[in-house]
């Protein structure tokens, strides 16, 4: 079974940095995409950074240039350091896997078969 284990969240001011972890574990498939998606009080859940095990990363343009998605394929761990954080970066960040290849895989939560439980990740003004 597929597990999914976020870290990192927390408070910081407008302008700090937080670095999210995601630890996966019971992982079988030989392809992986693991992503980063986020979720506003009253808003849909929506996705951040994704990045396939051969390299390939994806960004929502509202983080483009401030989060970074990285991996260690040795610990089945997922990374998003985010720098220049805003208000609006307010929200509950999940870890999301899957094993398909997608042109888009931010584009819907459905692309993704696993998921973590969240954390939250608070931004003041």
């Known amino acids: 079974q597929v597990q999914l284990v976020e870290s990192g969240g927390g408070s910081v001011q407008a302008g700090g940095s937080l670095r999210l972890s995601c630890a996966a574990s019971g992982y079988t498939h030989s392809s992986k995409v693991m992503a980063w998606f986020r979720q506003a009080p009253g808003k849909e859940r929506e996705g951040v950074a994704a990045i396939y095990s051969g390299g390939s990363i994806y960004y929502a343009d509202s983080v483009k240039g401030r989060f970074t998605i990285s991996q260690d394929n040795a610990k089945n761990t997922v990374y998003l350091q985010m720098i220049s954080l805003k208000p609006e970066d307010t929200a509950i960040y999940y870890c999301?896997?899957?094993?398909?290849?997608?042109?888009?895989?931010?584009?819907?939560?459905?692309?993704?078969?696993?998921w973590g439980q969240g954390t939250q990740v608070t931004v003041s003004s």
């Open positions: 999301a896997a899957d094993w398909r290849f997608y042109q888009s895989p931010l584009r819907s939560t459905a692309n993704f078969a696993y």
